[in-house]
């Protein structure tokens, strides 16, 4: 298995300055070679404290130059908001500046305040990926860009550089819903998901990838990758406590960022599972929403934590495994604190947990 570290540069209720919010989660991307992780990877969001990475490509290549071995990965490039052309450079530049240790992430994005502020039209979004996808993911093979859909118009362009390798077994793509997985599949993409109910409940949509993917490629599906929030204890109470206050307060900005009990949903192409999920979420209630939501996060002692995640593995199959350690107001004390148990005596483990397609 491979285990990877998700950067979200979170400033929770404005506690702290952006400046000192930067530097704890630096301190900590820091570690995460030494410490052994597989990955270092950071979102992409904009405009708020909800996550303040607003080039993940950026921060990655400053990662590049501090790092020697551990893999880069977008996660993710949100296409709709970028231009096909200077993602295509950037991912190229990023291989080059890291010596092949580049990892492709995309998504579609689901904030409609994200999207509003960039002037596109959610209803869009699906299309504007697909479309978008299709044109870097042949950059990145040939070293030449063109595009001739309804979004993106772009006359036939060499890149230089040009590729320094190829992306095809090191591309993923967000795939949370659905309407998704099938896109996911036909790209060749490894599949990201983050959780949001309990994974059991998910093995139909890891099983449909690996089904689909199969159909369109003729070999076996690469281990998916379950992103979590992470709180590990020699305690049990305290990661508990933990867990049961930091991932219930990022709980809280999700719902809000994402507007994930509203009614926009209903009306967006592309969107029908967050509709569907909307109007669970207005039956559960806040409160029950948030502690379910921190029930299949990855938190307990470093022996809990093998055993939810080895349940897991019985329920979906092979799986690689990103976490997320500062959010919700977590201390950069408490997260290193986590990590580092987390590294110490959960990481070896993991790592000998084999992933026949990983």
Known sequence: MKVG?????????????????????????????????????????????????????????????????IGLLTGAVILPWNDPLRVA???????????????????????????????????????????????????????????????????KTPLRPAPYASFKDRFYSVAMSSDSVPVCARLGAKMMSFAQKPWEQMAPHFDSYRTLYREHHGRPAPAPVCV??????????????????????????????????????????????YAQNAQILKDMGQEAAGNAFVDVNTWGTPQQILEKLERRRQALGEFDLTVQITYGGMSGENAQKSMKLFAEKVLPELHSWTNSNG
Not at 9 to 20: A, C, G, H, L
Not at 102 to 119: H, K, S, V, W
Not at 230 to 245: F, M, V
């Open 228 to 273: 979590d929030f992470l709180a590990c204890d020699e305690s049990a109470d305290r990661a508990e406590a933990l867990a049961r206050e930091h991932m219930s307060n990022y709980y809280l900005t999700v719902m809000h960022h994402y507007e994930m009990a509203g009614d926009q949903f209903k009306n967006l192409k592309g969107y029908g599972d």
């Open 5 to 69: 570290l998700l950067m979200v540069f979170q400033n929770f209720m404005d506690q702290t300055s952006d400046r000192e919010a930067y530097e704890r989660d630096l301190a900590l991307a820091d570690l995460a070679e030494p410490l052994g992780f597989d990955t270092l990877g950071g979102v992409e969001h904009h405009f708020s404290n909800y996550a303040m990475m607003a080039d993940n490509v950026e921060f990655l290549a400053y990662m590049a130059g501090r790092t020697k071995t």
């Open 89 to 155: 450079e950037k991912m190229i530049l990023l291989d080059y500046l890291s010596k092949g240790r580049a990892l492709f992430g995309i998504g579609r994005g689901l904030a409609r305040r994200e999207y509003d502020t960039f002037g596109i039209d959610m209803n869009e979004a699906r299309d504007r990926f697909d479309e978008s996808a299709e044109m870097i993911i042949s950059a990145l093979e040939t070293g030449v860009i063109e595009g001739t859909g309804r979004y993106y118009k772009q006359a």
